[in-house]
């Protein structure tokens, strides 16, 4: 099988198992959506009326908290049962008239409904494609000139961390490279306790963007990085092989804010004196 229909599957499945990725904004969320969404102070001041993209964000979170925020959000994702719970929350929010699920891969986005966005928003997903640069060249074609994109990843060096060991530590388990030398390699089945700690998803075909794909792939693309962070998940009291403990270890995830730079006048167009 190959990774969309794996995938697709393995997300409708965890939506029905009510993942923690697959939970929707509750209403405190919602008294309060730049909060939750923006503890870092990134998004414009003001939204409303915006067009929002939340890239491969179903689950009913991230839409339903740009549409309270005002905004015309355009959710897609592989998965039906993701985007269900968005539809689900539109209606139960009265946010109908205001988001527009879609089933698309975000490696091959067509004209979307709402293009072109002044913000597109993707949580981490990119580790479910092989090819990261398609996504970025996507995002880049449906974003205004001077858009914004905030997109989270999963680090390299967590999806390469296994374990605990017994000495309390982890195993780096997945080679960085492949061994023809290329990168971008689809990872080896996440181990249970991996799992358990929410860290990787069971069924999912999962690949390993490196660096160098993560940052430049983005800057060729023709995005400029304004700021960058890596949420801190590190709890002391956590125990042995949880996400909390692990997370002293290493940051799971990066977080990303870029700005689609505007389009330059062809030099052929310059009068030169
Ligand atoms: C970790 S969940 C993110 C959603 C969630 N609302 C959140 O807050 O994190 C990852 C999402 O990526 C979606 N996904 C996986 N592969 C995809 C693809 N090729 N195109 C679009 N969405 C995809 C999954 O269906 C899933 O809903």
Not at 48 to 70: I, M, N, T
Not at 116 to 145: E, N
Not at 172 to 195: F, K, Q, S, V
Request: hydrophobic share 40%.
């Amino acid at each position: 099988m190959t990774h969309l229909p794996r995938n697709a599957a393995a997300w409708d499945r965890l939506a029905r198992e009510g993942s923690g990725f697959a939970r929707v904004a509750t209403d405190a969320q919602i008294a309060d959506p730049r909060a939750t969404l923006d503890a870092r102070g990134w998004l414009p001041a003001d939204l409303s009326g915006k067009h929002v993209l939340c890239l491969a964000a179903g689950g009913g979170w991230q839409s339903v908290l740009y549409a309270a925020l005002g905004c015309r959000v355009t959710v897609v994702d592989l998965s039906e049962a993701m985007l269900d719970l968005d539809r689900r929350e539109a209606a139960r929010r009265g946010f109908e008239s205001l988001i527009t699920p879609m089933r698309v891969d975000m490696a091959a986005l067509p004209d979307l409904p709402g293009a072109p966005f002044d913000l597109v928003h993707q949580p981490v997903s990119a580790c479910y494609v092989p090819d990261l640069s398609a996504v970025y060249a996507g995002v880049a074609r449906v974003l205004k000139p001077g858009g914004l994109y905030i997109v989270q990843h999963k680090q390299p060096a967590s999806l390469q961390c296994f374990g605990p060991l017994p000495d309390g530590g982890y195993r780096l388990g997945a080679e960085y490279y492949r061994t023809d030398g290329t990168e971008n390699r689809r990872l080896p089945d996440p181990d249970a306790h991996t799992r358990a700690a929410g860290l990787r998803e069971a069924g999912c075909a999962e690949y390993l963007h490196t660096w160098r794909h993560l940052v430049g792939d983005l800057c060729a693309a023709g995005f400029v990085i304004e700021d960058l962070t890596e949420p801190n998940h590190a709890d002391p009291q956590a125990p042995v092989g949880s996400a909390g403990h692990r997370g002293r270890f290493l940051p799971p995830y990066v977080r990303i804010k870029a700005r689609r730079v505007e389009v330059q006048a062809p030099r052929s167009n310059l009068v030169l004196p």
